[in-house]
């Protein structure tokens, strides 16, 4: 497991080909299209790759603290990404980056990313659901070898770097009426280096799975076979630290559906209750042949 993860670490390990164009490499998998927590992950580190902590005489570091995003073609798993950042302001106190995602002279994606130093101010929370502890539920890997019917027939059958448990009910089974509600434990399998970009980085990969699926519980359709489906945007707000590496719950909604897009939203909570992000995103589920 902690091979699949150092794959996807590898991938978020982009190159720097000029003073703000980076490049990233995409795993060598069967796909339709590239994974849109990949490409947001990627952004991210391009854009908190070009500020330059040094050049601050207080010794604080800036972090990101949220990012707005939109996926606006789909991803060609078969050509690395162009990453080109427009470093659009440094501040005192906040710093904004722009980041566009290129294949093939076009415009795949882009990112606007906002860190801030390091202050103390006022905090409070909202409090984390009461929930099964992650070790008392089955992984995902076990559900689907339990029910394979239930899963998607064409899921990739290989070891995954994150380590999905499901609190609430499948999203895949056909049962219509569901509320569109979804709590999910998840975690990085395997261990992460205590660098805290990093861990923001791989929880922007994995906060792209399962949020879309929050849409679609409460209808009567195997969707993977009759509904095309597509992240439109993606914004993340980061409250604390947080470790990806370790339990966190997310806890999903999706207040409407309609025009054939799902709006989602979710908190991600770690296994002590403490709140670290926030996210929100409205995605494609267009109807098939219909």
Same mark, same amino acid.
Request: glycine fraction near 4%.
């Given at each position: 497991?902690?091979? *699949?993860?150092?794959a996807v670490l590898e991938l978020l390990d982009i190159e720097r080909i000029e003073v703000n164009v980076f490049r990233g490499h995409n795993p060598d998998e069967e796909r339709a299209r590239v994974f849109g927590g990949?490409?947001?992950a990627q952004a991210l580190v391009a854009a908190t790759r070009s500020i330059d902590q040094s050049q601050r005489d207080d010794g604080k570091l800036s972090t990101v603290h949220s990012l707005h995003s939109y996926f606006l073609r789909p991803g060609d798993p078969t050509v690395p990404i162009l990453y080109e950042?427009? &470093? @659009?302001?440094? /501040? &005192?106190?906040?710093?904004?980056?722009?980041v566009v995602a290129i294949q093939h002279g076009r415009a795949i994606f882009n990112l606007a990313a906002s860190f801030? @130093?390091?202050?103390d101010g006022f905090s409070h929370q909202s409090d984390m659901p009461d929930v099964p502890e992650p070790?008392?539920?089955p992984s995902r890997a076990d559900l689907r070898a339990e029910q394979p019917e239930i899963f998607p027939a064409h899921w990739p059958d290989r070891p995954q770097p994150v380590d999905i448990r499901y609190v609430t009910d499948l999203p895949y089974k056909f *049962?219509? /009426? &569901?509320?569109?509600?979804?709590?999910?434990w998840m975690k990085a399998m395997g261990t992460l280096p205590d660098d805290p970009a990093l861990h923001k980085a791989v929880l922007a990969y994995i906060s792209d799975m399962t949020l879309l699926d929050t849409a679609m519980m409460p209808h009567a359709s195997p969707y993977y076979d009759s509904v095309m489906t597509a992240s439109l945007d993606h914004?993340?707000?980061f409250h604390r630290p947080v470790r990806a590496d370790g339990w966190m719950l997310y806890a999903m909604d999706s207040p409407s559906a309609n025009g054939s897009r799902g709006f989602n939203r979710g908190t991600v909570y770690a296994h002590d209750g403490t709140l670290v992000a926030s996210v929100a995103q409205e995605g494609l589920i267009r109807p098939i042949n219909t």
């Open positions: 497991m902690q091979q *699949a993860l150092d990949q490409v947001c950042v427009d &470093r @659009i302001r440094d /501040g &005192r106190s906040f710093t904004t980056r722009r801030h @130093i390091e202050e070790e008392s539920l *049962a219509p /009426g &569901r509320p569109p509600k979804q709590l999910v914004m993340m707000w």
